[in-house]
């Protein structure tokens, strides 16, 4: 599947505020699931999308802060690359009241 894998890269409101990120995303058969920075603090996406036509991805989760408080993630890119064992996903990334740019290749 064009999305199974380890993705590694970074996300961020402008080119000198950025924030490192790892994406393990897997594929069942049926549906896309994975986590965002996986390890014990990870977040599980909870939506997950991949429409071959352009190659959009869409990812959603939920998190809560360092107090506490509810964070929605909606995370939209495009699959560059495509035939490429390292292909990139580019795009935009909301994480709560944040909003950026991203860039993540596959590992």
């Known amino acids: 599947h064009p999305l199974k894998g380890t993705w590694l890269g970074d996300w ?60 929605h993630y909606v995370v939209d890119g495009k699959i560059e690359n495509l035939g490429s064992v390292r292909r990139s996903i580019v795009g935009t990334w909301v994480q709560g009241n944040q909003k950026g740019d991203f860039k993540i290749t596959r590992h």
Do not use: C, M, Y
């Open 12 to 71: 961020g409101p402008s080119k000198t505020d950025r924030n490192q990120v790892t994406l393990l995303l897997d594929w069942d058969g049926k549906q896309i699931s994975g986590q965002i920075n996986p390890g014990p603090g990870a977040i599980q996406i909870t939506k997950a999308t991949l429409e071959p036509k352009g190659w959009l991805v869409h990812f959603e989760a939920d998190a809560k802060d360092n107090a506490g408080k509810a964070v």
